[in-house]
């Protein structure tokens, strides 16, 4: 990931964040002219619910629970002519089940220029947020960005990766943008969406998957009400999470838990049919089982779900055509 936003004014370094956002501020009396509190930025949004949920049919592997949840949630907030309050997913589960996968779709899905849209704001703590000695500032200039980039269109997508990795206590600066205040600072926000994705949670939800499988049930029948507290627990016990001791978490201001279940070996399989077809090539059972036979899955006996997911299909599959 190169950039927080690929459209709007791209980060670079954190230095001179500020000044950029004064930039936002003169760009917002330009649009002025043209709209009142963000009307004009929804030229930008235009949300294909029938392209997302067909996408989401044919490449996302095992994740029917993802799937169901992301586009209700989706569908109930753009429906909604005026929100109460942002819609906030965060995304859970083990790493190469598809959680960037389904970031990076809602993006294409929602705004005409996806993720290269000037209102989707994509962060990451490694680029973006990588010295912990310098939370303060962070959160000053987090703040400043959000809220300048709300003013100039309320129609935003904020995508905030390996939440995990989070200095603690620099999200609670997004605490007020994600309530049911009316207004806050002044910013038109209620349009908003925000999405948080993190490993953390995983190895619960691995379990449960696991223990459906032993129990001979199917994975299908794993429901979000088996996994919401166990997630939840995760996430505060998880010293290193951006919610850990977060008025984020104790006030309830995450509208949707999304767990993304770990992925078996038809699933892996699915991937590798996936990235063959994205290539242009016909399916090569060679090739596939190549792919697979090098693929490690877990735990050590059952050997059931791919340690990876699905995240080093495409480079195997380089190494082995």
Not at 8 to 28: D, H, K, Q, T
Not at 151 to 178: H, I, Q, W, Y
Not at 265 to 280: I, P, S
Request: hydrophobic share 45%.
């Amino acid at each position: 990931m190169a950039a927080a936003t690929r459209g709007c004014r791209p980060w670079g370094s954190l230095l001179g964040l500020l000044g950029l956002v004064s930039a936002a501020a003169a760009a917002w009396d330009l649009t002025s002219l043209h709209c009142h509190f963000g009307a004009f930025c929804e030229c930008d949004f235009q949300p294909d619910f029938q392209g997302l949920e067909c996408d989401l049919a044919q490449h996302l592997a095992g994740q029917h629970l993802a799937k169901a949840l992301v586009v209700k949630a989706l569908k109930a907030f753009v429906q909604d002519p005026a929100p109460t309050k942002p819609l906030v997913l965060s995304l859970h589960g083990w790493t190469g089940t598809g959680k960037s996968y389904v970031s990076s779709l809602l993006a294409r899905y929602l705004f005409r220029g996806g993720l290269r849209s000037p209102h989707v704001h994509h962060f990451s703590p490694v680029i973006h947020f990588p010295h912990p000695g310098h939370v303060e500032r962070y959160k000053k200039d987090l703040k400043s960005w959000v809220q300048g980039n709300l003013t100039a269109c309320s129609r935003s997508l904020f995508l905030f990766d390996e939440m995990d990795k989070l200095a603690p206590g620099l999200m609670e600066v997004l605490r007020p943008f994600l309530g049911s205040s009316w207004v806050v600072f002044g910013t038109n926000y209620r349009k908003a969406i925000f999405i948080f994705i993190s490993n953390t949670g995983g190895e619960q939800i691995n379990q449960v998957a696991l223990e459906a499988w032993r129990s001979r049930r199917d994975r299908e029948d794993i429901r979000l009400q088996e996994l919401e507290l166990v997630i939840s627990q995760a996430v505060l016990d998880n010293p290193h999470h951006g919610f850990w001791r977060s008025g984020i978490m104790e006030e309830h201001l995450l509208d949707v838990l999304v767990p993304f279940l770990p992925l078996q070996r038809h699933h892996v399989r699915h991937c590798v049919l996936n990235e063959l077809a994205q290539l242009g090539l016909e399916p090569r059972d060679e090739v596939v089982q190549a792919v697979l036979d090098s693929t490690t899955f877990f735990p050590e006996d059952e050997q059931l779900f791919s340690s990876n997911g699905c995240k080093t299909v495409a480079s195997r599959i380089a190494f082995f055509l």
